[in-house]
């Protein structure tokens, strides 16, 4: 199993920018993909962003909402998996979670095994 510790939520205005954190630790190896995912109050869950891991070809993916404004990056030596967010609206307050998944493909669509607990972010207007 991976452990998973998310920070750098927050609160900013719109237009802000975060950068979130994914600290992992425990069977990492096995993990073939990561990815953000978040939910909001009262709505489903839905993908952030995807990458794949361990890979001689890094492949990422994109929710459509995120249309640039994001991105995901990794740290491999530091075990830590990031989320760049620019120009943030008040529509992308939610919790954020970090997940990962023991088996490509990576896509947002598909089933990941481990989760963290999540952080916040508020964004207003």
């Known amino acids: 199993q991976v452990h998973l510790v998310e920070s750098g939520g927050g609160s900013v205005q719109a237009g802000g920018s975060l950068r979130l954190s994914c600290k992992a630790s425990?069977?990492?190896?096995?993990?073939?993909?990561m990815g953000w995912f978040r939910q909001a109050p009262g709505k489903e869950r839905e993908g952030v962003g995807s990458?794949?891991?361990?890979?001689?070809?890094?492949?990422?993916y994109y929710g459509a909402f995120v249309k640039g404004r994001f991105t995901i990056s990794q740290d491999n030596a530091e075990n830590t998996l990031y989320l760049t967010m620019n120009s943030l609206k008040p529509e992308d307050t939610a919790m954020y979670y970090c997940a990962a998944r023991r088996s490509r493909p990576c896509s947002l669509g598909n089933e990941y095994d481990d989760w963290g607990q999540g952080t916040q972010v508020t964004v207003s207007s």
């Open positions: 990458i794949t891991m361990l890979t001689p070809i890094t492949a990422i």
């Open positions: 425990g069977y990492i190896y096995n993990s073939r993909c």
